[in-house]
């Protein structure tokens, strides 16, 4: 179970240990739960591996909505108590208080449907490994419940999970035999992918086969099915993307970013904004409902390679808890200088006139900093604490890369009749320069000076040469490579060439997924990099540009004589919007909302290319974040610039 998992389950026994007052009758409503709940939760309970009740999950419901309608009450309370609001401020706060409540509450009720769906997707993911470690097996040794029990060992993905509960089910004898129980588990697993259940019927059919060739071909078959079947899905996922980037990129990040212009010229029409009604749009409304909808297209993806599990036990991780606790020090100090330098400089007499006093005076206000202290902290956090994952996730895919060539070196090698220990001496020499070639030159020292077995040389936790190289992929390939050395030269080289084969397969097809995503991913980045920025520093510098006008038309105006009857107005719409929200306040809010909008954005386009994988978004949000907030402040700073000598 991971820890969103455990931590739901928490949660649960919480509420209902101190908050089930809130049903008043627990053993009735329990009944009453249990009567109600749908098949299809109960069933998402039990795959995603919730040992819970309907009724728990409920009174988390009530006790999260419960609780976190208290709090914005008490929150709404100590706002309004310390000042006054507009009208339309108090409605959005109230509008706030009551939705936000209900949202959570029903999203609390149907977590496990979601978080089951969400597994069944990136389950999905895990198809073409453990097919091809079954096919792999079963080339070398044609017992189908072996095979089953290699691919369920040998992965930690979570379908290895119900490939574990196949062969326990075998043996307590829910089922008869490993083939009815291979069609139970393909039926099974049809609902969801019908093309693994395709690939597990020619499994099974393989072992029929009188002919050695005939057999090797349908097991060909049926990993041809697997991969081309993962392509197909994304490639009919990625088509459909269309339609919800441009809602996305459209409704909620054009559009809200165009508006910032308009914001102060609507206090001429009487529609006066506070900063409280700002930060609820731009702070909190508008980035909540755009993660919904960005998690709600990402929940649609069907996952196809998951990324390596990376230990905090890793050798390059020994000390990551130290580090975690040194950047987060250094954070906080970088955030706080960086974040006061604007009214620090203003302290000390504002020189050469950089800190703006005023709408389009000198070249920054004074909040423009904060923004760069969230980012610098930000950047510094990710960049400091996840770097050396994305060194690691580097080296593995680089040797997962050089492995298949290895391998097919290996592999002809051993089929012209050559000792191992001459076979990976070879390989070693002809890689000379790749990692790879480190680690077989070690194989080769372990046979012939150490006297090993080809396991040892390998595996041992001691001396063995690939105690340091931590790709699942690569140690499953030589286990199986392991149990082909018993066969003859020949039979065994050929083993090893399919080996190389069927990875440079697996990795053709990431490539390929990976390129059918392109002109998403690119899109998203090049937003959050250059477009959203570009679009937010303009508008900003122009929505200064009506803002000071306004003003200048009010003090004009006031000028007048008391009969034309306009001064009044054009005093008050002029100064609506800075009586409201100054103009550093307003630069903040819409720079955090950048800040977030990058987030958000980076997380999307991450999520399409590699899934799930918070060390790699971390790393990337790490490099996007302080070039957008760059590009943003030189279009800001640039825009007020130009358009100052307009008014």
Known sequence: MDDNQ??????????????????????????????????????????????????????LSYTGGLLLFISLVGLDIILFSISTYERNSIIF?????????????????EYPKIHAKFLKIHTLGDIPEIQSYIVMSMKLVPNMERAIIFAADNSFRPLARDLKKLIWDIHI????????????????????????????????????????AQRIMTLNKSLDIVLEGTKTMMDAFAAKLKTPT??????????????????????????????????????????????????????????????????????????????????????????????????????????????SKEAMAGLVLPTFPIIWAITAMITIYCLGLYTPYKKIRDEIKQIENEFADAMFILGRRISEGRSAEEAFAHTSETMKGAKIGEAFADIAKNLTCMRTTLHGAIFNEEYGAFKDIYSDRVH???????ESVHRSHEAAGMAIIKLADHLKEL???????????????????????????????????????????????????????????????????????????PPDIFLLVVGIYMVLLVIMLTRFAGGFEYGDDRPQFMYDLGQTLPMSIMVFTVTTVVSRVIFSSMV
């Open 6 to 59: 455990n931590l739901y389950c928490r949660a649960c026994r919480f509420s209902v240990k101190h908050f089930s007052w809130l049903v008043r009758d627990l053993d009735e409503y329990r009944k009453k739960s249990e009567k109600t709940a749908s098949n299809e939760f109960l069933a998402a309970l039990d795959f995603s591996g919730f040992e819970l009740e309907p009724w728990e999950t409920h009174i």
């Open 93 to 109: 706060a109230a509008v706030f208080t009551a939705l936000v409540p209900i949202i959570v509450m029903i999203y609390l009720s």
């Open 173 to 212: 004898r829910v089922y008869s035999n490993i083939d009815e129980a291979l069609i139970g588990f393909a039926n099974q697993w049809g609902k969801n992918s019908e093309y693994f259940k395709r690939s597990l019927h020619l499994v099974k059919s393989s072992t029929s086969e009188p002919d050695e």
């Open 246 to 355: 441009y809602v996305l990129y459209s409704i909620f990040i054009l559009i809200p970013l165009a508006l910032v212009a308009l914001i102060p010229a609507v206090s001429i029409v009487g529609v006066r904004m506070d900063t409280v009604t700002l930060v609820l749009i731009y702070n909190i409304g508008l980035p909540l409902f755009t993660f919904i909808y960005s998690e709600f297209i990402l929940l649609q993806r069907p996952a196809t390679f998951s990324p390596p599990n990376i230990s905090d036990k890793h050798p390059d991780l020994s000390n990551i808890r130290s580090i975690r606790k040194i950047i987060i020090t250094v954070t906080l100090l970088i955030g706080t200088t960086v974040g006061f330098s604007g009214y620090i400089l203003l302290y000390f007499g504002n020189p050469f006139n950089i800190i």
């Open 476 to 482: 499953t390939m030589m286990k199986l490579l392991t």
């Open 507 to 581: 990795q053709e097809v990431e490539a390929n997924i990976k390129r059918g995503l392109y002109d998403v991913t690119s899109t998203m980045r090049s937003t959050a990099i250059i477009f959203a920025p570009l679009i937010a520093g303009v508008t900003l510098a122009l929505s200064e540009v009506i803002q000071k006008i306004l003003q200048n038309i009010a003090k004009e105006t006031g000028n007048l004589p008391d009969e034309y009857n306009i001064g009044d107005f054009m005093k008050d719409a002029g100064t609506g919007l800075t009586q409201t929200v």
